[in-house]
């Protein structure tokens, strides 16, 4: 079992920063490919960025290239996923989610474990 908690949310102006963080317990953290999803309002949840076992690899959706970024820690057993340059479109709740494979998941199906999620709100 991997228990995931995700922090760092909150209310911030577009164009401003946040960092997100996902702390694990339980399975060995250091094993796992990591990612993070969100959902909006009246939206399906989608995928934001992945990062493998060892934090070599990393993937993105088009829509956060080059303004997020994932990071992991595996002393810390936390994954991070800075954003910058926010926008209003980013609004939702933020998921982190774990998978029994080390490599790169990027659909929901992938993950074996969910957080509860953090909401990000960016005002105009």
């Known amino acids: 079992q991997v228990q995931l908690v995700e922090s760092g949310g909150g209310l911030v102006q577009a164009g401003g920063s946040l960092r997100l963080s996902c702390a694990a317990s339980?399975?060995?953290?250091?094993?796992?490919?990591m990612g993070w999803f969100r959902q909006a309002p009246g939206k399906e949840r989608e995928f934001v960025a992945a990062?493998?076992?060892?934090?070599?690899?990393?993937y993105y959706a088009d829509s956060v290239e080059g303004r997020f970024t994932i990071s992991r820690d595996n002393a810390k057993n936390t994954v991070y996923l800075q954003i910058d340059s926010l926008k209003t479109e980013d609004t939702a709740v933020y998921y982190c989610?774990?998978?029994?494979?080390?490599?790169?998941?990027?659909?929901?199906?992938?993950?074996?474990?969910w957080g509860q999620g953090t909401q990000v709100t960016v005002s105009s």
């Open positions: 339980g399975r060995t953290f250091s094993s796992s490919g």
């Open positions: 990062i493998n076992w060892s934090g070599v690899s990393t």
């Open positions: 989610a774990a998978r029994y494979r080390r490599n790169i998941g990027i659909k929901d199906y992938e993950y074996d474990y």
